[in-house]
């Protein structure tokens, strides 16, 4: 399974980083990524990376303040900085069997969330 931890509140302009625990999650992926769902809006991907890091993504919206990387423990985290109120929402860690499809919320395994908040 996928294990999601690093959420919080936080002021605009601050800083967060998100972990994801793959060590129990037995099965081979083909990519993985980060998805998150605002109040009242639907799952959008934020960013993604193919296992052997051939393809990256990240949407236009966090592009040069959100990064993907992993370690050597199989976790995966996404250090987000000068956050602002619109990134407000659940982020899930995610995997799937496929490439990664941009900001597509196609993924076939899925962690329970992590909340972030960003408020003044």
């Known amino acids: 399974r996928l294990v999601e931890s690093g959420g919080g509140s936080v002021q605009p302009g601050g800083s967060l980083t998100l972990s994801c625990d793959a060590s129990?999650?037995?099965?081979?992926?083909?990519?993985i990524g980060w998805v998150r769902q605002a109040p009242g809006k639907e799952l959008e991907g934020v960013a993604c990376r193919s296992s052997s890091d051939a393809v990256r993504y990240y949407k236009a919206a966090v592009e040069g303040r959100f990064t993907m990387t992993r370690d050597n423990t199989r976790t995966i985290y996404l250090h987000m900085s000068n956050l602002k109120p619109e990134d407000t929402a659940v982020y899930y860690c995610a995997a799937a069997d496929h490439s990664c499809r941009g900001p597509s919320a196609d993924y076939d395994y899925w962690g329970q969330g992590t909340t972030v908040t960003v408020s003044s």
């Open positions: 129990r999650f037995n099965r081979d992926y083909y990519s």
